[in-house]
């Protein structure tokens, strides 16, 4: 499987490809519903800042800190 | 290795855009990094001479919004879009986790304590790794900051416990003490979740402390709880040695009556102690 990484400049539009945008508090929102941000599947908010990816499975939001990444290690296998 | 379809159309949309012959165009078929920069280069080659990169910067709106219709596809098809920081950093993990020093650690522990805890100790491992080679303070402080954040204080508490030995010393043994007894699981657990509730403020004796540093260190304990506001302390000890260090050390202790509210309960299961003392 091809995997597909991005670098920090190309969040904002990857995001924009998933119609999500930020809003002002730095959050990442729905393009068509701004007062609706995105969670993670433990119910976390996510900034732009610590937004790390998206998982298959619908939109799975993946956030940037330790712990995060350690439990998508045992999630890709 | 099959090429998946959204790889396809990306090659035709590549073929259209940059008037390339498609039997000219291979990608790379293990990492495609998505940049936007103000590099000149609308793509950039691996060693291979395939594709391994696509500058979105150095593309029209139309041709842009093609390559987001083919990414989300390949998400939908089970590719994981990954920060390249984040790629970076689970390979570290990754080989961290494999280390001679660690690995048979974790393999142990894996199915022993709750889920939760067992991942806070792999982030402890990690942190500790990253300190050890040299990692800077604000960089640590960060980590420690995601563990807090994600796990509480327990999730810290597990990292002190872990940067002192205390998983290979402590706890390790106690799981194994506790096996050989008849085992019941909550008993371990109990155990585990006072030594981790309570690391701040407790004492675990080495075995290599000898009668008069145990007595030291139990009374420097004693002091910097009360310092902050405890005026009790848990002390932990595997072993027979241990065990009579500590009860030696506890009763000349309360011999010296300097703490007039001086209590003391102490249990022993085997070869496992566990004394609180209250002053």
Redesign the interface.
Known sequence: ???????????E??L???DKTVDEEGFIVEKDDITQKVITPDGEEVTLEE??????GS?IF?K??????????DK?G | MVEETWLGQLRELFEAVVKIDIRNIKFSLINIQVNSNNSSKQFGYDEDGRVDSINLKKFSPTEKRKIGELLREAQNEGTTLLLKESQELIKDIKLKEESSDVKPLLEFFKTKIPPNDYNALRAAIYIDKRFKEGGKFGEIYRLKGDVARKYDGRGLKICNIYASGYFETMIKPLYEEFSQQGFDRTDFINKYNIIVNEEAFALFVRTDMDGAEVKTAIKIKMSRNLKYGRRDVTIHGIGRSNAEKIRKAISDIEDEKEFPNFDKHIEETGNIILAKLSF
């Open positions: 499987m091809v995997v597909i990484t991005f670098e920090k400049s190309a969040k539009e990857i924009y490809f998933f937004f790390a990816g998206i998982r298959k939109e993946i940037s800190d330790l712990p995060s990444i350690i439990d998508l290690i890709l």
